[in-house]
Nanobody, 113 residues
Framework: VQLQASGGGLVQAGGSLRLSCVVS????????MGWYRRTPGKQRELVAT???????NYADSVKDRFFISRDNAKNTVYLQMNSLKPDDTGVYYC????????WGQGTLVTVSS
């Protein structure tokens, strides 16, 4: 199983980005998918998760700004990030669970002030 994340980049504060992550390989019972991030000086933290049925969970710091969604037919999870702040700068990782957790390679998001 491989996860390929894309969509990161440089954006000004207040702007938006959309991250995508495609899961490929031999996939059995793809369950929850999610996004995590490692920001400067901090450990990796949860950003948002979504179950196969569409139930979502967000970190308090991103609620009402970030929105997670998934396309089960395409084994893809998305993260729409709006009203970005410099504190959102970091490497964003996607994750997916089947019989175990798998991680993507990370995509860099840089928000300038």
């Amino acid at each position: 199983v491989q996860l390929q994340a894309s969509g990161g980049g440089l954006v000004q504060a207040g702007g938006s980005l959309r991250l995508s992550c495609v899961v490929s390989g031999t996939i059995v019972n793809l369950g929850s998918m999610g996004w995590y991030r490692r920001t400067p000086g901090k450990q990796r933290e949860l950003v948002a998760t979504i179950t196969r049925g569409g139930s979502t969970n967000y970190a308090d710091s991103v609620k009402d700004r970030f929105f997670i969604s998934r396309d089960n037919a395409k084994n893809t999870v998305y993260l729409q990030m709006n009203s970005l702040k410099p504190d959102d700068t970091g490497v964003y990782y996607c994750a997916a669970t089947t019989v175990r957790a798998y991680w993507g390679q990370g995509t860099l998001v840089t928000v300038s002030s």
